[in-house]
Each structure stands twice: as structure tokens, then as C-alpha cells.
């Protein structure tokens, strides 16, 4: 009961870097919307309108941080590994040979030399490895 399945979850923690943003962002959003009031209470509504709206488009910034943030966390799974292998076939002998998929292979492409004739094998197809299935 108390095995682990190995299944990794995600991270629901904000980095540092934009933990530092969201706080920088925050206090000069407030003392936007506190130098707003301020100029409320002068003969600058104009001014204090400015300032308002600095001190909400900062919030709505820092929120839009915070939760795109912690979607972006959520949304890293671990991937399964599998197993790519590449299928090259000699067109002149019909020679099949399969081996490990390498970086840059690609249908058609002309690969390697035959070992059975002095043709060209090419890759004809690329796909995981099948499991085998367990006979009973």
C-alpha cells in the first residue's frame, strides 16, 4: 500500500526571479494608487486618474503573473520514455536490417551502404518499439 509509483507532480511554486517581479510590480502599483488618492485630495484629478489607473493595470499585471505562472508549473508531466528505432531496407536486395532511431533520420533518406550488395539502404520507416507480448 505504501509503494510509490514513481509518478512525479508538478511544482505549484513560483520561481524567485518571479517572486522578486510580483513584489516590485506590487509596491509600485500601491504607491500608484496611493499617489492617486493623494491627487484626489489636491486640484489634480486628472493627475490622480493616471495614477489609478497605473496602480490597477500593475495588479492586474502581478495576477496575470501569478496565475500564468503557476499554470505554466502545473503543466510539466513527466514524459514516458520510449524506445525509436529506425527501419532501413536496401532497395536492390530487400535486405531489412532495424536499428536505433539517430538524430536526423527521416523517411527516404539514403542512410547507409548494404552489407549484402553495393547498394544504398534507405530508411523507410520510424517508429517506437513494439513490447512483445507475453505468451500463455
Not at 517581479?21 to 494608487?33: A, K, N, Q, R
Not at 495576477?63 to 520514455?81: C, D, K, N
Amino acid at each position: 500500500m505504501g509503494e510509490s509509483s514513481g509518478a512525479a507532480y508538478p511544482s505549484l511554486s513560483l520561481s524567485w526571479v518571479t517572486l522578486i517581479v510580483v513584489v516590485v510590480i506590487g509596491i509600485f502599483s500601491l504607491f500608484s494608487l496611493y499617489m492617486g488618492f493623494q491627487a484626489y485630495g489636491s486640484d489634480h484629478p486628472e493627475q490622480a486618474n493616471y495614477y489609478i489607473i497605473i496602480g490597477t493595470a500593475g495588479f492586474a499585471a502581478m495576477g496575470y503573473m501569478f496565475f500564468r505562472t503557476r499554470a505554466i508549473s502545473a503543466a510539466r508531466l513527466e514524459v514516458p520514455r520510449v524506445d525509436v528505432v529506425t527501419t532501413l531496407e536496401c532497395p536492390e536486395c530487400g535486405l531489412k536490417r532495424i536499428r536505433e532511431f539517430v538524430r536526423g533520420d527521416y523517411v527516404y533518406k539514403d542512410d547507409e551502404p548494404c552489407t549484402r550488395c553495393d547498394g544504398r539502404m534507405v530508411i523507410t520507416r520510424i517508429h517506437r518499439r513494439e513490447k512483445e507480448k507475453s505468451k500463455r
